[in-house]
C-alpha cells in the first residue's frame, strides 16, 4: 500500500497521462439548429440521424466551407442545447463521482450550453460554444471553431483553403473518426471511466489555442497543418479552465492531418491519418528542467452509405503515443514521492489505443450503434505501480439505441426544436489493468458496467 501512496502523489505531476478517459469521450457535444436555419437544410441533410454531431459528406462540405452557405438573408445565429440523464451502474462506485452524487442510480444534468454560430459573407463562420457543467456547477468556455475560407481551382479541381481559429486539436475535423467529435457523441460525469488516454483524446481541450491552414481538394484530398499554444494563467481562470491540467505548453505544439476521400461500396470512403507532438511544464511547474513529450500518431477510416432512407456508417481509429515524462519523474523523485531510479526507467512509456463503432439509422428517426474500445499502455511498475498488474490497461464495448422524432422532419415545437432521447449500455472486460480485483479490494472490470438513460435537446 506505500507503493501505492507515492504514485498517487506522482498522478498529481504525471496528470497527462492519468487523465480520466471520462473527460476525454464524455466531452460536451454538440448540435446546433442555427446552421439549420441558416442553411434552409433539415438536420438530417448535415447529421447522421437527423441529429449532431455526426457529419454526412453534405455536412462534411459545410464545415469545410466555413460554415458559409446561406439561403437566408439573415437568421439569429444563437442556438442552446442541454443533456439529463440517469446513470446506474452494475455495482455502486466506491465513492460519489462528484459532491453532489451518491455511489449509484444519479439522475442528473448533465450539461446545458449556448452557441454562437454562422456564417458572414463567403468567407467567414464559425461557432463559439460556452457550457454550464452540471457535475461542476460552473461555466467555461467549450468548443471553439472560427474560420476564414477561399476558393479555387488547381488543374481544373475545384479547391477550398482556409485558416482555422480553434481550441482543440481535431474539433476542427470534418470526420467523425478523429478525438474531438467521435463515438459516443454524449456521455456522463457520472459514469465511472479508465484513467488512461492518449493526450489527443481531449486532454488539451479548451486548454490551448491554435491555428492550422487546410486544403480541401476535389471533394476527395485533405491536408491541414498548424500548432497549439497554452494562453496565459488569467485568460483560462477567466474561461473557467483549469490553468494547471494538465500543463504548459513549451513552445508551440505542433498537428497535421491529411485525408482522402472517395465513392467506393456504394457510399463514402475516407481514410486518414494524424499527429500531435507537445512538450508538457507538468501543472506548469518549471522547477525541474525538464519537460513531459507526447508524441501521438494516429490512423483512421470511416465509410457512410445510404439506403433509400436509411443510413449505414463504420468508423474506426487507431492512436499510438509514445510519452517521455521525464519532467513529472524529476519532481516526483524530488519530493521524495518516487523513488530514485534511472529516469528514463520511470519517463519513458507507451499507450496504445484502438476504437471501431458502426449505426444503421432507420428513417433519420431510429438509430442502433455498436462500439468496441481497446486502450494499453507498456508496463511500469515505478508510474502504474497503483495498479494490480502494473499496466492501466481497458476494453469492452458498448451499445446505444436512440429515437430522433424531429431529425428529418417538421417539429411541433418550431423549426429550431430537435431531441434525442436514447439508452446507453457500456460492459468492460478489462477496467484499469485487469478484469478482476484491480484495485486490490475485490473490484471487477464488470462491476463498472455502465446503464445510461439520456435526454439531449436543442433549439
Not at 136 to 154: P, Y
Not at 261 to 270: C, K, P
Request: glycine share 12%.
Amino acid at each position: 500500500m506505500a507503493q501505492r501512496a507515492w504514485v498517487n502523489r506522482f498522478s498529481l505531476f504525471a496528470g497527462v497521462s492519468f487523465v480520466a478517459v471520462a473527460f476525454g469521450v464524455h466531452r460536451p457535444a454538440s448540435a446546433v439548429p442555427a446552421f439549420a436555419e441558416q442553411t434552409g437544410q433539415p438536420c438530417a441533410s448535415c447529421h447522421v440521424g437527423g441529429f449532431g454531431p455526426q457529419l454526412t459528406p453534405f455536412g462534411r462540405v459545410f464545415k469545410l466551407g466555413g460554415y458559409t452557405l446561406r439561403v437566408k438573408p439573415f437568421n439569429v445565429p444563437l442556438s442552446a442545447m442541454a443533456v439529463a440523464s440517469y446513470v446506474h451502474t452494475r455495482k455502486a462506485q466506491e465513492e460519489p463521482p462528484t459532491d453532489h452524487s451518491k455511489t449509484n442510480n444519479n439522475t442528473s444534468f448533465d450539461q446545458g450550453s449556448v452557441f454562437i454560430a454562422g456564417g458572414v459573407g463567403s468567407h467567414f463562420g464559425g461557432f463559439s460554444q460556452i457550457t454550464y457543467s452540471g457535475a461542476d456547477h460552473a461555466w467555461s468556455w467549450d468548443n471553439l471553431d472560427l474560420r476564414a475560407v477561399g476558393t479555387g481551382k488547381i488543374a481544373d479541381k475545384d479547391l477550398i483553403y482556409g485558416i482555422t481559429l480553434n481550441n482543440s486539436p481535431t474539433v476542427e475535423d470534418a470526420w467523425n473518426t478523429t478525438p474531438a467529435w467521435g463515438y459516443p457523441y454524449t456521455g456522463s460525469d457520472y459514469a465511472p471511466g479508465p484513467d488512461i488516454a492518449p493526450l489527443i483524446d481531449g486532454t488539451l481541450a479548451q486548454g490551448v489555442l491554435g491555428m492550422s491552414g487546410y486544403a480541401w481538394l476535389d471533394s476527395k484530398y485533405y491536408i491541414e497543418a498548424g500548432g497549439y499554444k497554452t494562453p496565459h494563467r488569467r485568460t483560462l481562470n477567466w474561461l473557467g479552465v483549469d490553468p494547471g491540467d494538465p500543463g504548459d505548453i513549451n513552445g508551440i505544439a505542433p498537428y497535421g492531418r491529411v485525408a482522402v476521400q472517395t465513392e467506393a461500396a456504394g457510399g463514402t470512403v475516407e481514410g486518414g491519418a494524424f499527429i500531435l507532438k507537445a512538450a508538457l511544464w507538468p501543472g506548469r511547474d518549471r522547477s525541474s528542467g525538464l519537460t513531459d513529450r507526447y508524441a501521438d500518431y494516429g490512423v483512421d477510416a470511416s465509410w457512410f452509405k445510404p439506403l433509400k432512407s436509411d443510413t449505414v456508417t463504420l468508423q474506426g481509429r487507431y492512436t499510438h503515443e509514445d510519452q517521455s515524462l521525464n519532467g513529472s519523474c524529476a519532481l516526483g523523485m524530488a519530493d521524495g514521492s518516487i523513488p530514485t531510479v534511472p529516469l528514463s526507467q520511470c519517463a519513458d512509456n507507451s499507450l496504445d489505443e484502438f476504437k471501431v463503432d458502426g449505426s444503421y439509422y432507420w428513417h433519420n428517426a431510429v438509430g442502433l450503434t455498436v462500439s468496441a474500445f481497446d486502450t494499453a499502455a507498456s508496463t511500469n511498475p515505478i508510474i502504474y505501480g497503483g495498479y494490480r498488474t502494473m499496466r492501466p490497461d481497458s476494453s469492452g464495448w458498448q451499445l446505444q439505441l436512440d429515437g430522433t422524432p424531429f431529425g428529418g422532419r417538421k417539429s411541433p415545437f418550431g423549426p429550431r426544436f430537435n431531441m434525442r432521447v436514447g439508452v446507453q449500455y457500456t460492459h468492460y472486460t478489462r477496467f484499469n489493468g485487469a478484469r478482476f480485483n484491480y484495485d486490490f479490494s475485490g473490484r471487477n472490470a464488470p462491476d463498472n458496467d455502465t446503464f445510461r438513460v439520456f435526454t439531449w435537446v436543442a433549439f
